[in-house]
Each structure stands twice: as structure tokens, then as C-alpha cells.
């Protein structure tokens, strides 16, 4: 079953424009992780926020968690075309390191 | 440093056989999961093995099941194939605590004809 939801399902914008994705969850977490996906490839791990943490960034990353409602954004500033992919929210709950919970994901178009 | 490494990237079978998938984690790693990602389901999780154990499992029937050898590598096999276990099929590792990143392979895309 699905942690969460990420919102929107589907973003077209244009190269050099902000793109902001959305997540939120359901249960308490131990830390929070983005991932990317081509089409029809592997996952690319992004970012990883802990539960104590409340803004992380990377590059042109910019990832923020709201534990009290639940949700995380995830910020690419000045999109490039090779940004399109499909991104997914994961959820883990423990450190014990089982298994992520992941959303349905946000696909992202970047045209030039 | 070699990422995980997944094989076969496709594999096409017929009803009622069976599959067995292999996956090498990062060096160091000693976790692996496993995970399906199937058409208008989602990615969902399928099993956990640490240290030759498995840690976990999803809700998936018993006809799905694996093992983690000595030097940590996994497979994944699947029994009595059904046509809805078409699906791209991913590992990942992990090493460290439970507040590291999973590493995903570029997983292997299974057809059920």
C-alpha cells in the first residue's frame, strides 16, 4: 500500500522555470527520501531528510519536511530539459532500515 | 565505486514457469530489497534481507521468494508465473543505518506472455 501521495501527478514547465513537487504521508517516519526515475529505468537517490531536519539542499535541490502535517516539497530551480523524469517520495519508518514506502510519484516534462 | 547491479535486464517467460532474478549490492552493503514496480500499481516492496536473513516481506504470496548468499548478493526467484507478475523488478542496498539511502539497480523488466 501506498505511504503517500505526491501532488502534482503530472507538471509540464519550461526550461529555466522553477518546478515544486509535493508529498505527504500518513504515518510517523524516521526519515524521508526523493528519488528520480527515467523512463522505464532504475531509481536515482536524490536527497534523504531526516525526521529532526527541516530543510535540506543539494545543487539545484531544495527539499523541506513539515512533520506536524505530514509532508515534504521538493524544489528543482532552472529546470533543464534532462530534468524529465518521474519523481517518487519514500517513506522510511524506522532506524532499522525496512523496507521504503513510496508514493505514485510526480512525472515531470521539461521542454526547451 | 560500482553501483548495484541487476541481471537479466529482461526476462520473458510463459505462464506457469519460473524466474529467477539476481542482484550485487554496493561493496560494503550487507542489505538488499527487493521491490516490483507493476503498470498502475506502484512501487511496492517485496523482501529485505540482511546479513544471509530475511528481515521482512511484503504482501506478496509465498510463490515469490528469495535468498542473500555468504558475500551478500540476493535472487529473487518466482514461482507458477501469472500474467499480473509482468513488471519491472528493482534491488536495491543499503549499507549503514536505517537513516541511509537505499542504491537501486536499473532492475530487471519481466514479461509474462
Known amino acids: 500500500s501506498q505511504q503517500g501521495e505526491e501532488d502534482p501527478q503530472a507538471l509540464s514547465i519550461q526550461e529555466g522555470e522553477n518546478a515544486t513537487m509535493n508529498c505527504s504521508y500518513k504515518?510517523?517516519?524516521?526519515?524521508l527520501q526523493w528519488y528520480r526515475q527515467n523512463s522505464g529505468r532504475g531509481l536515482v537517490h536524490l536527497i534523504l531528510?531526516?525526521?529532526?531536519?527541516r530543510e535540506k539542499h543539494s545543487g539545484r535541490l531544495r527539499v523541506t519536511l513539515d512533520t506536524s502535517k505530514k509532508s515534504s516539497s521538493l524544489l528543482i530551480t532552472a529546470s533543464r530539459a534532462a530534468d524529465t523524469a518521474s519523481y517518487f517520495c519514500a517513506t522510511g519508518r524506522n532506524q532499522a532500515g525496512t523496507a521504503l514506502i513510496f508514493g505514485k510519484g510526480t512525472t515531470l516534462s521539461v521542454s526547451s | 565505486e560500482a553501483g548495484v547491479t541487476q541481471s537479466p535486464t529482461h526476462l520473458i517467460k510463459t505462464r506457469g514457469q519460473q524466474a529467477t532474478l539476481r542482484c550485487s549490492p554496493i561493496?560494503?552493503?550487507?542489505?538488499v530489497y527487493w521491490y516490483q514496480q507493476a503498470l498502475g500499481l506502484g512501487l511496492q516492496f517485496l523482501l529485505w534481507?540482511?546479513?544471509?536473513?530475511?528481515?521482512n516481506r511484503g504482501n506478496f504470496p509465498p510463490r515469490f521468494s528469495g535468498r542473500q548468499f555468504p558475500n551478500y548478493s540476493s535472487e529473487l526467484n518466482v514461482n507458477a508465473l501469472e500474467l499480473e507478475d509482468s513488471a519491472l523488478y528493482l534491488c536495491a542496498s543499503r549499507g549503514g543505518t536505517g537513516n541511509q539511502p537505499q542504491h537501486f539497480g536499473d532492475g530487471t523488466r519481466l514479461s509474462i506472455l
Open positions: 531528510i531526516r525526521s529532526n531536519e
Open positions: 534481507y540482511d546479513e544471509g536473513e530475511e528481515r
Open positions: 561493496s560494503g552493503h550487507t542489505s
Open positions: 504515518t510517523s517516519i524516521n526519515n
